[in-house]
T-cell receptor, first 114, second 114 residues
Framework: NAGVTQTPKFRVLKTGQSMTLLCAQD?????MYWYRQDPGMGLRLIHY???????AKGEVPDGYNVSRLKKQNFLLGLESAAPSQTSVYFC?????????????FGDGTRLSIL | AQKITQTQPGMFVQEKEAVTLDCTYD???????LFWYKQPSSGEMIFLIY??????QNATEGRYSLNFQKARKSANLVISASQLGDSAMYFC???????????FGTGTSLTVIP
């Protein structure tokens, strides 16, 4: 019963460093999402994917890139980390079809940029 | 434009009492889905309840019910018989007709007082 797994759970970076966050889901879901959560701002969508090989921008895409080479994986990259990207990052997946399909979330990645 | 509005940043409720968490939404689409998620202090996002725009009855799941007033575009979460474990952040979300995106509110922090 893994569901959605995010790697790593914590990371501290220096400004300018790069890193990739990995999200893996084992529910055969078509849709995958990356959010960031900041105090008082709820969850804001960074990028999302409606299927293998496809990605689209969300509300706050600047400074991030994504790839969905395999259906079960969705990668979020920070090419040159900035302190403003300090946040908690959540990956989620959902089935397509009925509107009632909820999102299933990973446990989050806490990222600090110094 | 803000699609989901949660106007209560923080709420307090006495244990065993009922509490209503407000959520209003903005869409011109007749077909949409509304969700509530719980985020305890441990950080994970837990799906609670779903209401479809065409559903005639208000959704219920155990102690959770959704007071859906379509004309007023509100989807308030009612928690009955509050328990200490209900203390958490609660997020309202809407899924649009395409099903591709979910829009989240800024959340309401609920504290249950013994």
């Amino acid at each position: 019963n893994a569901g959605v797994t995010q790697t790593p759970k914590f990371r501290v970076l220096k400004t300018g460093q790069s890193m990739t966050l990995l999200c893996a889901q084992d529910m055969n879901h078509e849709y995958m999402y990356w959010y960031r959560q900041d105090p008082g701002m709820g969850l804001r969508l960074i990028h999302y994917s409606v299927g293998e090989g496809t990605t689209a921008k969300g509300e706050v895409p600047d400074g991030y890139n994504v790839s969905r080479l395999k259906k079960q994986n969705f990668l979020l990259g920070l090419e040159s980390a900035a302190p403003s990207q300090t946040s908690v990052y959540f990956c989620a997946s959902s089935n397509r079809g009925a509107l009632g399909q909820p999102q299933h979330f990973g446990d989050g990645t806490r990222l600090s940029i110094l | 434009a803000q699609k989901i509005t949660q106007t209560q940043p923080g709420m307090f409720v006495q244990e065993k009492e009922a509490v209503t968490l407000d959520c209003t939404y903005d869409t011109s689409d007749p077909s949409y889905g509304l969700f509530w998620y719980k985020q305890p202090s441990s950080g994970e996002m837990i799906f609670l309840i779903y209401q479809g725009s065409y559903d005639q009855q208000n959704a219920t799941e155990g102690r959770y019910s959704l007071n859906f007033q379509k004309a007023r575009k509100s989807a308030n979460l009612v928690i009955s018989a509050s328990q200490l474990g209900d203390s958490a952040m609660y997020f309202c979300a809407m899924r649009d007709r395409t099903g591709n995106q979910f829009y989240f509110g800024t959340g309401t922090s609920l504290t249950v007082i013994p």
